[in-house]
């Protein structure tokens, strides 16, 4: 494994040949035409190219670090099933929306799309074999799993560790930082915020703590969402991608970057 396969250019520039292409073009215009016309709600995030985008990089960085095409992949708590969808389009064979609810909307999409979905019964507890899972993803997830009063990050990274194989990895993306530039903005206005954030030592010691290894981490996405997308609007996403996790990577700005990225491996008992 490279040293930090998260900054490796190759992988960026096959997510921005993926992003262009006519497969995941179509999809995600099926995915729109879907939202739109039964007005789903918590769709931005598919709706918005750059976020699109940064999901084509996420899901190539996957590609690129899991064991093969038939590497066993669990994209935990996937709403819509749109990582899911992704991967199978980029020839991922055994990947697997995992949820708790079963909701129409959601219906509406697994009919549309045939989304492999598994399910699961209680927000501490996997529903799934011990030793059974190659790669887990956590796609803007863990931060919302004390929301409900519930659930536990630290129990639920510890079951995570468990239905993982032996050196199997978990990939964390979309995770807020404490001072990210949309949560103070939002804060200061009075709007919706994540109510929990992450400082990079919360993450380190959350993992360690449930038995992974980090191998890489990475902090993303300066500009706040909302200008991002009416940028998008009139520039190319993918140079407008490049040039604002450069700046998300310069002093000042770096402190204000938005989301945390960690790559972890479960470390043998």
């Given at each position: 494994?490279?040293l930090?396969?998260?900054?490796?250019?190759?992988?960026?520039?096959?997510?921005?040949?993926?992003?262009?292409?006519?497969?995941?073009?179509?999809?995600?215009?099926a995915?729109?035409?879907?939202?739109?016309?039964?007005?789903?709600?918590?769709?931005?995030?598919?709706?918005?190219?750059?976020?699109?985008?940064?999901y084509?990089?996420?899901?190539?960085?996957?590609?690129?670090?899991?064991?093969?095409?038939?590497?066993?992949?669990?994209d935990?708590?996937?709403?819509?099933?749109?990582?899911?969808?992704?991967?199978?389009?980029?020839?991922?064979?055994?990947?697997?929306?995992?949820l708790?609810?079963?909701?129409?909307?959601?219906?509406?999409?697994?009919?549309?799309?045939?989304?492999?979905?598994l399910?699961?019964?209680?927000?501490?507890?996997?529903?799934?074999?011990?030793?059974?899972?190659?790669?887990?993803?956590?796609?803007?997830?863990?931060?919302?799993?004390?929301?409900?009063?519930?659930?536990?990050?630290?129990?639920?990274?510890?079951?995570?560790?468990?239905?993982?194989?032996?050196?199997?990895?978990?990939?964390?993306?979309?995770?807020?930082?404490?001072?990210?530039?949309?949560?103070l903005?939002?804060?200061?206005?009075?709007?919706?915020?994540?109510?929990?954030?992450?400082w990079?030592?919360?993450?380190?010691?959350?993992?360690?703590?449930?038995?992974?290894?980090?191998?890489?981490?990475?902090?993303?996405?300066f500009?706040?969402?909302?200008?991002?997308?009416?940028?998008?609007?009139?520039l190319?996403?993918?140079?407008?991608?490049?040039w604002?996790?450069?700046?998300?990577?310069w002093?000042?700005?770096?402190l204000?970057?938005?989301?945390?990225?960690?790559?972890?491996?479960?470390?043998?008992?």
């Amino acid at each position: 494994m490279p040293l930090n396969p998260i900054s490796n250019p190759d992988i960026f520039i096959e997510a921005s040949q993926w992003y262009r292409s006519e497969t995941l073009t179509a999809l995600r215009k099926a995915y729109i035409e879907l939202i739109r016309d039964h007005q789903i709600p918590y769709a931005d995030n598919i709706l918005k190219t750059n976020d699109w985008l940064n999901y084509c990089y996420y899901c190539c960085l996957v590609k690129a670090l899991a064991s093969g095409p038939e590497a066993l992949i669990i994209d935990w708590g996937g709403l819509y099933g749109h990582i899911t969808m992704i991967l199978q389009n980029m020839g991922m064979q055994k990947v697997f929306n995992y949820l708790l609810h079963h909701s129409s909307h959601y219906a509406l999409f697994q009919e549309r799309f045939g989304i492999p979905t598994l399910w699961g019964r209680e927000p501490n507890r996997l529903n799934l074999d011990s030793q059974s899972a190659d790669i887990f993803l956590s796609s803007g997830v863990l931060e919302h799993v004390r929301e409900d009063g519930q659930g536990d990050e630290a129990v639920i990274l510890n079951e995570i560790r468990r239905v993982l194989k032996e050196h199997g990895l978990l990939f964390i993306w979309n995770l807020p930082a404490k001072l990210g530039s949309s949560e103070l903005l939002a804060i200061a206005a009075g709007k919706w915020h994540h109510q929990y954030r992450y400082w990079k030592r919360d993450m380190v010691r959350l993992l360690e703590n449930a038995g992974f290894e980090i191998l890489c981490w990475d902090k993303q996405k300066f500009l706040p969402g909302a200008v991002m997308h009416k940028l998008a609007d009139n520039l190319d996403p993918v140079r407008l991608l490049k040039w604002d996790n450069t700046l998300s990577h310069w002093f000042p700005f770096n402190l204000l970057a938005r989301d945390f990225i960690f790559i972890a491996r479960k470390r043998p008992a």
